[in-house]
Each structure stands twice: as structure tokens, then as C-alpha cells.
């Protein structure tokens, strides 16, 4: 018997289906994941075996293989240690999986068989209900997927009351959205004494989303002005707010299930690498201007940036998005900002 399960992987801002396929079979004790695991998902094996312990089971003596596929896409992140373990569960009879058949599956395990928080929940809910599917995540994450809409969100603190709610013997409740973060202005225009020229500008350049550049002494308050520039910007629209949080939520900075209301001001050091402003790594990840999308980029002292970080955002301004390719993975991230830099 094959247990299936669903789940999703991340590409950018983007949730891809899953299917997580567990087979038990005769032979030599041994617990397989196959389907292009990264590091992190190939140790679910201790983890998924730990948790099912914790919970006062054992593994079969047998081979335990699970199949991850399409087996030809990356899967990374530590989000796939609980639907393995329900499709084990599954195998083993402990759970009907065609139960689980109705819902998308994400979160991570612990070794005492609790569900820990893992990015990129909201993409999944939003994902689950394109596809007329619930979704299974970790209880702290519950309000963060209950905005997706009229999907259906178990929030699971723990194995072990997950599989109570399937039996019936303890039913677990439907999650609130989390609160709407309220705009929080850290710098007022205000402020700044003087410099009605550079207020003018600093005023142009918001109302016609164009990059503005500030040169002066030390001193003048062009710092002060770069950071006052979300405050007078208009408040995120509904749709732009679920944007930003799409953002948010698969660089994993998005906390309490809170909706993001506030424009984005990032401010990255003079000393960021390429990788850390415009995206990428070994596990992709959205940079600082993806992370400024739909609000304010601020490069202080642009001078002392690198020439090669400097002119890889010339894409993602001209584009308004971020292309990164590697040889297992092609994402793409939006990056509509305005830019305010800084020269003394």
C-alpha cells in the first residue's frame, strides 16, 4: 500500500503541489527519502522518527521509502517533516490517508512531536485554496493562513492532537485571521527644518514613484528625509498588503499571522553582498530590494557600495522584478521600489 499526501514547494512567491508518497515494504530496517531532498529535508528522517516515538509508536522493522515528486523539482526547507510523517502514519495504518486527502500539508517537526513554524505558510494556504483543498500548518502560523480566504485551516500545535482531531476525540478550532499590523511612521517630515527644495524633490519623487538621489554635507538631514519617505506615501491597498506579506511570509519575517499594512523601508549596509540585496544564495531567498517591494530602498552612502552590487539592481529598477537563476532553480521575486539614496 502507498499512502499520498500533499504538500507544496516554494519558487520565489510561488507554491508548486507536492505529492509525498510512503510505501512500507519487506527488507532490511531502513527509512529512504528520494525526489531531490536538500540537506534539511533529508534529516526529516530523525525528526519525523523522533516525533512518532514521542508519541508512544514505533517504526515497522522494514523499508520505509518516501518519494517526494515530481522528483525532478528541488524541494527545500524543513516544512516537509509533518507530511512525511502523516504519509508514514498513513503506511502504517494509524491514520486513513485518504483523509488527508482533502488537504495540503506543511509545518515542522519537533523532536517531542510538537509542530514548530516554517515560512512560506501563507503561500501555501493561498495555494490550498486555488486547488479547492484545506490546509494542515503549525498553530502558531493558523492566522497567518486564515487570511487566504475560505480555505479550511486546521492549525496543529503538536502530532499528537492532529491525530486526535481526525478520530474524533478532540476537535480542533478554526484559527482567526491575525490582526491588521497598523502603518507605524518612525519619521515625520515634520522633522526637518528647512530644506523646502529637498522636501519639494523628496515630495516629486513619491507622488511619481521615481528614485531620488541626495547630495550634501554630513549633517544636512538627507538621512532623515530618505526615512520619511514611506510616511508620505499612500497606505497599501488590500491586494498590495497580501502582496507584501507573500514576501514577508517566505522570507519568514512575518509574526503573529499580522497582515502588513505598512510600506517597507530597508536601509541594507554599505557592506551587503550581492546574494543579500538583490536575492539568491544556496536556498534562494528574496533580497532587500524584494523585501522593499512596493516600498522604500535606501542605499546610505552609495559610494562605499561594491560596483557589482550597484549595477545588479539596475534590472530589478528598470523590471521591477528580480530574475535569479541557478542550475536546479529558475525564481522570481517582484521588486517595485522607490529608491532614495544617499552622497555626501
Known sequence: ????????????????????????????????????????????????????????????????????????????????????????????????????AG???????????????????????????????????????????????????????????????????AILSPPVPGEVEA????????????????????EIAAAGAHNLLFSGPPGSGKSLMAACMPGILPELTPAEALEVSMIASVAGSLEGGRLVRARPFRAPHHSASMPALVGGGLRVRPGEVSLAHLGVLFLDELPEFQRGVLDSLRQPLETGEVSVARANAHVTFPARVNAAMHVD
Open 1 to 100: 500500500m502507498v499512502a499520498i499526501v500533499s504538500t507544496v514547494a516554494y519558487l520565489g512567491i510561488d507554491a508548486r503541489g507536492v505529492e509525498v508518497q510512503c510505501q512500507i515494504t519487506p527488507g532490511m530496517p531502513r527509512f529512504v527519502v528520494v525526489g531531490l531532498p536538500d540537506k534539511a529535508v533529508g534529516e526529516s528522517r530523525e525528526r519525523v522518527r523522533a516525533a512518532i516515538a514521542a508519541i508512544g509508536l514505533s517504526l515497522p522493522p522494514k523499508v520505509i521509502t518516501v518519494n517526494l515528486s515530481p522528483a525532478d523539482l528541488p524541494k527545500e526547507g524543513s516544512h516537509y517533516d509533518l507530511p512525511i510523517a502523516l504519509a508514514l502514519l498513513g503506511a502504517m495504518g494509524v491514520i486513513d490517508a485518504e483523509t488527508l
Open 103 to 169: 488537504y495540503m500539508i506543511v509545518g515542522e517537526l519537533g523532536l517531542d512531536g510538537r509542530v514548530a513554524a516554517s515560512p512560506g505558510v501563507l503561500l501555501a494556504a493561498i495555494h490550498a485554496g486555488s486547488v479547492e483543498r484545506g490546509l494542515i500548518c503549525p498553530a502558531a502560523q493558523g492566522p497567518e493562513a486564515a487570511w487566504a480566504g475560505s480555505v479550511e485551516v486546521l492549525g496543529a500545535p503538536d502530532l499528537l492532537s492532529l491525530l486526535a482531531h481526525f478520530k474524533g476525540q
Open 183 to 202: 502603518p507605524v511612521r518612525a519619521a515625520d517630515l515634520a522633522q526637518v527644518k528647512g530644506q523646502e527644495t529637498a522636501k519639494r524633490a523628496l
